[in-house]
């Protein structure tokens, strides 16, 4: 059961050979028994999935309802959800429970799902492994040894163990994709500005979009119906309709033009990884598309860029974690300046330390022509090379990252080797178009990702794609084996 | 030496929208502590901001009324700083591109002349909460009412010479933001601040000297002595060979000294940034030449007007111009009685006297323009004279009704009919025989100066309510005999 799809839930829950209570149920039992190998929840919302399960069912009795009614789901621990704690995976927020509840949470819980809990995480979303959450690292469900990636590792760990059929994360330089990547699951990570951050704890607040993770493109696009749209409380909302997700999942891919960025392709790239990427690339060639060499020359700068403007966004964003209002406050503050240190040293880890202080000088008086304003540059460069080459090419297709997950602690001593973790992911957030990644296969035993690139708002035609690929390969359907356990 | 004094000011005006500058909270003096606030005004974690458009509307009139360029991409940035009455660690303000850019104001000064101040910008911003120090056992309160509160800081040049030519700009600024509906103009609640910087110079160096800047001062008559007393300080230092530190300073009213708040080295380095949450705000021509189109009449046009229209003096129109709510009364009240002249003497008269005693706005008046307009009426068409009319404008200031019903109640009317004055005359002049005579035998220079009595005698007769226009004559007349 925790294996299908959610069209296929819908209809059970329809035809009541289930129903929500007993499904999540289901899933919050394995989530009793799996969860402590892996540590993908921060919170298990027991009481309220069960409240809300009950509410679907009789829902769907009087025949009422979306195919997301009843179906048990997963947020990322950033999503603010009223009355349930929301930490950001950090020790600032360990006894923060938001009386409001994000744009996208509240969307998906008007479609009628069922919420299970909350997902862990990197703590406010800073890292690529899920090594960086106060609440302990997760652990990747394929090989407990490995990481999940991340920011957005618990809800990809989540996903890929069976612990819920979908679930949220956030997207500010690959946190969708790198860990769907790791844990051999399906991503989205929508044109910036398509879902509300509304009620998202901002990390960089120009990069961050959130989106939908689960097994397939087509459940992808059945959460992405829910969640996507404009928000007139978020004023960087795209004041445009969504599109129809579903509509055009079965579109044939006849003389679909894919462009591979030969940067995507060169130094630092695991063969295996590439082996895996060339033979999706193949498998299109087969469902009619044409390939064809493109450049995306300033991928490089992406890094630089990148580790630029986050930095500088979070290091404002963060200032309002003071202790003055809400989260941690240090014990017997002497004074204010007191307070505030040493509330701000005990709350945040030190990734998020090292971050805030990287931003702090980035936009201080005498270096914010050298770095912020440069960084901005660099940014509309590489926006216009994604611009040019989709002139040409209807997507871009490489590899999400340039290796399988890594072990536990292996990168953690070298900061930079993490960072370039990303360097096929941020270029994206840069620019602000959509991705996805798609299971493509496996490299000794461990999950890879086919990254696919469209046009700003192009993702019902990013979901037909990888829809088309799932219709012809068994990638995301692979089940790892501590999944099967329970 | 002689010193020539430099003053900038840095003018926070509170815009009147009914909700903040990016939430929808009302904004509203004297309510509870964190009432008015919203999850974007607290601060919360996920909270975003949305901007205000009508705050917008009221930065382009504010430009267009300052003859300035307007903004027409302006950018939000975040100026952060830590302070427990800002929650999210920063201000959202604007600073590279400001929805007003380089404009003017022509300012009458006292002696009548003009002098331009040139106003650099003006820029919407969001204004902090307070904290509040009393009450809470050594501990600070925090209340965020304020939060997010739109302000336009009007930002002028470094062009005023005076502490008068100070006040004669603010008077300016009030009058236009007042004029214009987007600030309430009240002082005393905060609607409008100043920072002023000030420095000094060697009169004829062309260099500026250090300045210093005094935070929030809250009202014209603080400003000016505020401003004379930096003068001093600022002086005393230069003349002993000393060095003006730069610094921010506070006025105390109570001791009127200024006081240093903080030094350039403890000055905080905001990092301003483009505010990623917002868009930048873009115009058309169309929107900014509609608001230009619709705007109300300015206090300078309203001078004009006042002059051509009702052939005031220049001074008139200026003095009942200065002030939008002074301009209707006196507007109101002329409607009733079609005497500008007369309206503007009791304008600027009986009734600025009766408001200065009582330290009355004229908003607040106990009579009101129609009310005032009958009375005048009734000077006009001769039922009372001039000094009567005082009497029961008093009256109606007290709260005793109408001028007509004043002057039926207590019999004020003047006496018109010639028949009871002569007769009234007849019993002056038995009873003062002796001056009579003496009358009769002086000259003419000599009885011009003597008339006054037996007139005098008259009205004191009549309580006043003799028509002079009348009395005067016949008195003449009866005298001769």
Redesign the interface.
């Known amino acids: 059961m925790f294996e299908q799809s959610i069209s296929t839930l819908a209809q059970k829950l329809r035809n009541k050979d289930i129903s929500s209570v007993e499904l999540t149920r289901l899933f919050l039992a394995r989530i009793a028994k799996l969860d402590p190998q892996l540590n993908s929840f921060i919170t298990v919302s027991e009481q309220r999935a069960l409240e809300q399960a009950a509410a679907a069912d009789a829902l769907l009795q009087s025949g009422k309802g979306t195919s997301l009614t009843g179906i048990p789901v997963a947020h990322k621990d950033?999503?603010?959800t009223e009355g349930t704690l929301?930490t950001?995976g950090s020790k600032m927020?360990h006894n923060?429970v938001?009386p409001?509840e994000?744009t996208v949470t509240s969307r998906i819980q008007q479609a009628g799902a069922v919420m299970l809990g909350k997902t862990n995480m990197d703590e406010f979303a800073m890292g690529s492994s899920n090594e960086n959450s106060f609440y302990g690292a997760v652990r990747n469900p394929w090989n407990l040894d490995m990481v999940p990636g991340g920011s957005s590792g618990g809800s990809a760990a989540a996903i890929a163990a069976g612990l819920a059929v979908t679930a949220t994360g956030t997207d500010t330089g690959g946190s969708i994709r790198q860990p769907a990547s790791f844990c051999g699951i399906t991503g989205l990570k929508p044109t910036y500005g398509r879902v509300s951050?509304?009620?998202?704890?901002?990390y960089?607040?120009?990069l961050d979009q959130g989106g939908p993770m689960a097994k397939s493109a087509e459940d992808c696009a059945h959460l992405m119906q829910a969640m996507a749209g404009f928000d007139?409380?978020?004023?960087?909302s795209a004041d445009k309709p969504a599109d129809d997700y579903l509509a055009n999942l079965n579109a044939p891919l006849t003389g679909l033009k894919i462009g591979l960025p030969k940067e995507y392709f060169g130094e630092g790239l695991d063969s295996k990884v590439a082996d895996v990427i060339m033979a999706a690339v193949k498998e299109f060639e087969k469902l009619g598309a044409t390939v064809k060499e493109i450049s995306l020359p300033n991928l490089q700068l992406s890094i630089p860029s990148y580790y630029v403007i986050a930095p500088?966004?979070a290091?404002?964003n963060?200032?309002?974690?003071?202790g003055?209002?809400?989260g941690h406050r240090c014990d017997d503050p002497k004074d204010?300046l007191d307070m505030?240190t040493r509330s701000r040293a005990e709350g945040f880890g030190t990734e998020v330390q090292k971050r805030i202080m990287v931003g702090?000088y980035a936009?201080?008086?005498g270096y914010?022509d050298a770095y912020?304003l440069k960084a901005q540059k660099i940014r509309r460069l590489i926006k216009e090379d994604f611009v040019k080459a989709l002139e040409e090419v209807d997507v871009i297709m490489g590899p999400v990252a340039p290796t399988t997950a890594f072990g536990l602690g292996s990168k953690t001593s070298d900061p930079v080797a993490m960072y370039l973790e990303d360097i096929y992911t941020l270029s994206v957030n840069l620019a602000g178009i959509p991705a996805m990644s798609v299971p493509a296969g496996f490299a000794d035993g461990m999950p890879v990702g086919l990254q696919v690139m469209g046009n700003y708002f192009a993702e019902a035609k990013l979901l037909n794609i990888a829809h088309q690929y799932q219709q012809h390969t068994d990638w995301h359907l692979q089940t790892p084996t501590m999944a099967k356990g329970a | 030496m002689n010193w020539e004094v430099v003053i900038g000011l840095e003018i926070h005006t509170q815009l009147s929208t009914k909700s903040k500058l990016f939430s929808g909270a009302a904004v509203g003096f004297g309510a509870e502590p964190n009432t008015q606030t919203t999850?974007v005004d607290?601060?919360?974690?996920?909270?975003?901001?949305?901007?205000n458009k009508e705050a917008l509307r009221m930065a382009v009139m504010f430009g267009h009324a300052i003859n300035a360029e307007i903004g027409m991409t302006s950018v939000f940035a975040?100026k952060?700083y830590?302070y427990?009455d800002l929650?999210?660690?920063?201000q959202t303000s604007q600073m590279d591109h400001p929805i007003v850019g380089k404009g003017y104001l022509d300012v009458m000064l006292d002696d009548g002349t003009t002098s331009r101040v040139g106003i650099t910008r003006a820029h919407l911003e969001e204004d902090a909460g307070k904290s509040l120090h009393e009450d809470f056992q050594g501990m600070?309160g925090?209340d965020l009412n304020r939060s997010s509160t739109p302000l336009l800081e009007i930002v002028s040049e470094p062009d005023i010479r005076s502490a008068k030519e100070a006040v004669a700009y603010v008077k300016m600024i009030h009058s236009i933001v007042t004029y214009l509906g987007i600030c309430d103009g009240n002082m005393a609640e905060g609607s409008m601040r100043c920072d002023i910087n000030l420095s000094l110079r060697p009169k004829g160096q062309k260099e500026y000297g250090t300045r210093t800047e005094i935070k929030n001062v809250n009202s014209f008559r603080f400003i000016e002595k505020a401003i004379y007393t930096e003068i001093e300080r600022q002086a005393d230092i230069l003349e002993d060979g000393g060095r003006i530190i730069q610094e921010t300073r506070l006025y105390d009213p109570e001791k009127n000294e200024t006081r240093s708040m903080r030094s350039k080295e403890d000055a905080n380095?905001y990092?301003?940034?483009p505010c990623?949450?917002?868009?930048p705000v873009v115009l058309t021509q169309e929107y900014v030449d509609n608001i230009k189109a619709t705007l109300p009449e300015l206090p300078s046009q309203k001078a004009a007007r006042f002059q051509s229209e009702h052939a005031l003096s220049e001074y008139d129109a200026n003095v009942l111009s200065s002030s939008r709510a002074m301009a209707d009364f006196f507007e109101n009240a002329n409607n009733v009685v079609k005497d500008p002249k007369l309206t503007a003497n009791w304008v600027m008269g009986e009734l600025s006297k009766l408001l200065n005693q009582e330290q009355l706005d004229i908003e607040n008046s106990p009579v009101n323009a129609q009310a005032f307009g009958e009375l005048l009426v009734r000077i006009k068409d001769n039922t009372i004279n001039g000094k009567t009319a005082k009497d029961v404008f008093q009256a109606m200031w007290d709260g005793e009704g109408s001028a007509d019903a004043i002057i039926e109640a207590k019999g004020l009317k003047q006496v018109t009919d010639t028949g009871a004055i002569e007769a009234m005359i007849q019993t002056i002049l038995d009873a003062n025989a002796a001056q009579v005579e003496q009358y009769r035998a002086a000259d003419e220079d000599k009885q011009k100066k003597m008339i006054g009595f037996f007139v005098g005698q008259v009205m004191k007769a009549s309580q006043g309510k003799a028509n002079p226009g009348l009395v005067n004559p016949i008195l003449a007349k009866m005298l001769k005999g």
């Open positions: 950033l999503f603010c929301t950001c927020l923060f938001p409001y994000s951050r509304f009620g998202m704890i901002a960089a607040s120009s007139e409380k978020d004023s960087t500088s966004e290091s404002s963060l200032s309002r974690f003071d003055v209002r809400f204010l505030y702090t936009l201080s008086e914010y912020y | 999850l607290l601060g919360m974690p996920g909270a975003l901001p949305v901007f975040r952060n830590f427990p929650p999210k660690g920063y600070t925090i380095d990092r301003y940034f990623p949450d917002l868009l």
